[in-house]
C-alpha cells in the first residue's frame, strides 16, 4: 500500500514562488508515475504535472514554463517548483502515484492520493 503526505503548502504573494513536496511511504523501492493535481473551490480538479516513470514530463498549459515537477525514487519524493504564482495558482494541491507507463493526467489510472496542501496567492 502506498501513502502520499503532501507538504509546503503556505499563503504568498503573487510573483512569489513555492516548493511544495509529496512523501510517498510503502512499496519502496519502486518506481511510479506521479503527478501533481490541484482543485480551487468550485472547480473540478485538474492536472497541473505529471512525471512517469522513465522521466517524461507533462504539463498543463497555464503552469508551462512557470512550474517544474521532479521526482527522486531513492527518497520517495516528489516535488514541484512553482514560479510566478498567480491568484489563479490559488488551489488545494493533491499528489498522485501511479503504476501506468504514462498515464499523464488521466486521473483513473492514479491509484493513490494525498490529502492535499493548500496554496494560497494573493494579489
Known amino acids: 500500500q502506498v501513502q502520499l503526505v503532501e507538504s509546503g503548502g503556505v499563503s504568498v504573494q503573487a510573483g512569489g514562488s513555492l516548493r511544495p513536496s509529496c512523501s510517498r511511504s510503502?512499496?519502496?523501492?519502486?518506481?511510479?508515475?506521479m503527478a501533481w493535481f490541484r482543485q480551487s473551490s468550485g472547480k473540478k480538479r485538474e492536472g497541473v504535472a505529471a512525471?512517469?516513470?522513465?522521466?517524461?514530463?507533462t504539463y498543463a498549459d497555464y503552469v508551462r514554463r512557470r512550474f517544474t515537477i521532479s521526482k527522486d525514487d531513492a527518497k520517495d519524493t516528489l516535488d514541484l517548483q512553482m514560479n510566478s504564482l498567480t491568484p489563479e495558482d490559488t488551489a488545494m494541491y493533491y499528489c498522485?502515484?501511479?503504476?501506468?507507463?504514462?498515464?499523464?493526467?488521466?486521473?483513473?489510472?492514479?491509484?493513490?492520493w494525498g490529502q492535499g496542501t493548500q496554496v494560497t496567492v494573493s494579489s
Open positions: 498522485a502515484a501511479s503504476w501506468s507507463w504514462r498515464p499523464r493526467f488521466f486521473e483513473p489510472d492514479y491509484f493513490s
Open positions: 510503502g512499496c519502496t523501492g519502486n518506481t511510479f508515475s
Open positions: 512525471i512517469d516513470r522513465d522521466v517524461t514530463t
